[in-house]
């Protein structure tokens, strides 16, 4: 440990994403100011929180960001994610880092910048646009009803697909919610399948509702078993949903995915699908932020 006069404080906050209610959703920590936090740092102070992500906010390179966002789980970098997006949008502005009152602006992650919106409401509703969304490898019902410890019956008749907008996700769709709930992932067929991929997959599981989805996540390549919300998985669901017409046609473009009730952190994450993006549709995927901790850690 070095001497107590050459370490150095860093301020830090957790906050609660896609939730009004503090303990539920999916925790975050932010790191407002990481200057000084080397990289192996980070990833060290990611796996020490232990939380599905860890944002160190740093100062923009694009031009037009407001702030670069370095983003961790607790065994690895992403290049793009949902709730930390999301929820240190909500910090930027909350701490002033964005000027009051500012209804958009773009944050600068690995990927590229991420255009937020904030809609007025007590709390506000922070929205992300998703980055574009492809639709890649298939797999066949039998190898994921295997996957999940479950029968082929039991997955609607919708061929299971990754779709990717950053973090490749496999979405499977299943006939109900206890079903979703039942599911449990098979890690060694899970790590047997992603050998042959270029990169780690997670599983999203869901069932179609009135509203829009009732899902789960899970991700053991990214080091979480499973995942609270996941708003980088949740542009792909409403694509893959649109695609195969599992949305209620009864709502006008704005969905809901329920998220995390297994786990005990219920989470609602709003998605919005419409078709003014050139080459494809433009998907936001929004929601509450709750805000929780505010801490300091020494190094």
């Given at each position: 440990?070095?001497?107590?006069?050459?370490?150095?404080?860093?301020?830090?906050?957790?906050?609660?994403?896609?939730?009004?209610?503090?303990?539920?959703?999916?925790?975050?920590?932010?790191?407002?100011?990481?200057?000084?936090?080397?990289?192996?740092?980070?990833?060290?102070?990611?796996?020490?929180?232990?939380?599905?992500?860890?944002?160190f906010?740093?100062?923009?390179?694009?031009?037009?960001?407001?702030?670069?966002?370095?983003i961790?789980?607790?065994?690895?970098?992403?290049?793009?994610?949902?709730?930390?997006?999301?929820?240190?949008?909500?910090?930027?502005?909350?701490?002033?880092?964005?000027?009051?009152?500012?209804?958009?602006?773009?944050?600068?992650?690995?990927?590229?910048?991420?255009?937020?919106?904030?809609?007025?409401?007590?709390?506000?509703?922070?929205?992300?646009?998703?980055?574009?969304?492809?639709?890649?490898?298939?797999?066949?019902?039998?190898?994921?009803?295997?996957?999940?410890?479950?029968?082929?019956?039991?997955?609607?008749?919708?061929?299971?697909?990754?779709?990717?907008?950053?973090?490749?996700?496999?979405?499977?769709?299943?006939?109900?919610?206890?079903l979703?709930?039942?599911?449990?992932?098979?890690?060694?067929?899970?790590?047997?399948?992603?050998?042959?991929?270029?990169?780690?997959?997670?599983?999203?599981?869901?069932?179609?509702?009135?509203?829009?989805?009732?899902?789960?996540?899970?991700a053991?390549?990214?080091?979480?078993?499973?995942?609270?919300?996941?708003?980088?998985?949740?542009?792909?669901l409403?694509?893959?949903?649109?695609?195969?017409?599992?949305?209620?046609?009864?709502?006008?473009?704005?969905f809901?995915?329920?998220?995390?009730?297994?786990?005990?952190?219920?989470?609602?994450?709003?998605?919005?699908?419409?078709?003014?993006?050139?080459?494809?549709?433009?998907?936001?995927?929004?929601?509450?932020?709750?805000?929780?901790?505010?801490?300091?850690?020494?190094?």
């Amino acid at each position: 440990m070095p001497p107590m006069s050459n370490r150095r404080s860093f301020r830090y906050l957790v906050v609660d994403v896609f939730t009004r209610v503090p303990l539920e959703g999916n925790p975050l920590a932010v790191f407002p100011d990481s200057h000084g936090i080397d990289d192996p740092t980070m990833q060290r102070i990611a796996r020490e929180l232990n939380l599905s992500e860890t944002v160190f906010v740093q100062e923009a390179k694009l031009d037009g960001s407001a702030k670069a966002l370095r983003i961790f789980t607790p065994t690895r970098e992403l290049i793009f994610a949902g709730h930390p997006t999301v929820g240190t949008a909500y910090v930027l502005l909350n701490e002033g880092m964005v000027p009051a009152g500012t209804e958009r602006f773009s944050v600068e992650e690995k990927i590229g910048p991420v255009a937020i919106r904030v809609e007025k409401s007590d709390p506000p509703l922070v929205w992300l646009e998703t980055p574009p969304i492809a639709f890649e490898k298939v797999f066949s019902p039998s190898t994921c009803a295997s996957l999940l410890q479950l029968e082929v019956n039991h997955l609607l008749n919708v061929e299971p697909q990754i779709v990717n907008a950053g973090n490749p996700t496999l979405l499977i769709a299943l006939k109900n919610k206890e079903l979703v709930d039942r599911a449990s992932v098979d890690v060694k067929l899970l790590s047997h399948l992603a050998s042959g991929s270029d990169q780690p997959f997670c599983i999203f599981v869901f069932t179609p509702t009135e509203n829009g989805a009732y899902s789960r996540m899970f991700a053991p390549n990214y080091g979480i078993l499973e995942d609270p919300a996941t708003g980088s998985s949740t542009g792909p669901l409403g694509a893959f949903m649109k695609h195969h017409n599992l949305l209620p046609n009864s709502l006008d473009g704005r969905f809901v995915s329920e998220q995390g009730a297994k786990m005990g952190r219920r989470s609602f994450l709003y998605f919005e699908i419409s078709g003014d993006r050139k080459g494809g549709d433009r998907i936001s995927v929004g929601g509450h932020v709750t805000p929780l901790i505010e801490g300091v850690m020494t190094l």
